[in-house]
Nanobody, 121 residues
Framework: QVQLVESGGGLVQAGGSLRLSCVASGDIRSVNGMAWYRQAPGKQRELVASISRGGSSDYGDSVRGRFTISRDNTKNTVALQMNSMKPEDTAVYYC???????????????WGQGTPVTVSS
């Protein structure tokens, strides 16, 4: 059993900052790629940022230069620092991780339940 739990969502004014966190727990053998996605009302879920176990990161065009993804492999956590936020960043943000468990040692994708972020203009 694996769980991903996000925290840190909320309401922020345009230009402000917010930091999201996600922790993976359970019968984990290894946590490989981790990522943040978001889904705005009426839109498809989109990739915001991703980070490999080794720390290589990539960003969606709309957030590059404003958001920073980081992870702590010792704690199985991933964070998303969001700066210079815009109303169009409003969405539910989801954490995703590719995890191998003790029972099933091949990678599978696991998702968190999502945390809402609202940016007011």
């Amino acid at each position: 059993q694996v769980q991903l739990v996000e925290s840190g969502g909320g309401l922020v004014q345009a230009g402000g900052s917010l930091r999201l966190s996600c922790v993976a727990s359970g019968d984990i053998r290894s946590v490989n790629g981790m990522a943040w996605y978001r889904q705005a009302p009426g839109k498809q879920r989109e990739l915001v940022a991703s980070i490999s176990r080794g720390g290589s990161s990539d960003y969606g065009d709309s957030v590059r230069g404003r958001f920073t993804i980081s992870r702590d492999n010792t704690k199985n956590t991933v964070a998303l620092q969001m700066n210079s936020m815009k109303p169009e960043d409003t969405a539910v943000y989801y954490c995703k991780a590719r995890i191998a468990t003790i029972i099933f040692p091949t990678d599978s994708d696991y998702w968190g339940q999502g945390t809402p972020v609202t940016v007011s203009s």
